[in-house]
């Protein structure tokens, strides 16, 4: 990943070893941890079952005050759908093999919208990744909006076909669409210098030969993921071996945006000390 090492990792912070607290170690739960800064018990495996904590996303549009389309969320796993919402329809989301919906998408917009349903993958609830990413640098230029959540999925569906060589094809093809990301943040007056990236998994995986297609609870190393944060508060690191969690990824959110994470009831995670102080 050569962006993601030599630009975007120097720039900002990059902890390989970051705890996943819930015990669960699959997406949904992941997710969760991440969006809603705690482990819900309830979400223990992947059932698109509405999620019952407000998220991250939905705190901040309450809090900022934002229009709906001010928030939002494009993911390749079509689950994303009632994970990214406690209130159905309460942010931007689209998500899986989904039509862009809303007054008048963009000619390149409305086009990704119509090709997902013809360029399929190998899997029912996921789209491909570069329809993901694609439509979302389109909303960003479009729709400028304040918070912007995108989930991709194809390493991790690659990786259970066991298909390391398009495990490494997804890996390359997501360093070169973080640089798409990161020049065009800089590119736009409105996010150049006063936008933060922060980049992480729903979990990690097996080491082994024998288990590094897979991950879940009895999975040793599915318990770690990484995390990179770059922008104008967080301190150009590099690589650091400062502990956090995954459950701290949302309270560090909030505090960025300029709001207090105690607001955010119900979370257990705190911010990550070594994102701010620049
Ligand atoms: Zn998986």
Known sequence: MPFFWK????????????????????????????????????????????????????????????????????????????????????????????????PKPSPSLAELSSLQFRMLTPWDNARHDYITYTMALEYLKAAKPRVLYISLDETDDWAHDHRYDRVLDAISDFDQFLERLWNTVESMQEYRGRTTLIITSDHGRGGTLADWSNHGKNVAGADRVWLAIAGPDTPATGLSDAGAAQRDIAPTIIKLMGLDPAEYKGATGSPVSAAFGR
């Open 7 to 102: 630009q975007l990792a120097a720039r900002g912070l990059a902890l390989p070893n970051v705890q996943v607290t819930n015990p669960y170690r699959v997406s949904y739960p992941g997710y969760s941890e991440i969006l809603t800064g705690r482990v819900e018990e309830s979400i223990h495996g992947n059932d698109p079952i509405r999620n019952p904590n407000e998220t991250v996303l939905e705190f901040l549009k309450r809090k900022l005050g934002l229009a709906k389309e001010q928030v939002a969320l494009l993911a390749s796993w079509d689950t994303f759908r009632a994970i990214g919402e406690h209130t159905e329809g309460s942010i931007f989301l689209n998500a899986g093999y989904q039509a862009i919906e809303g």
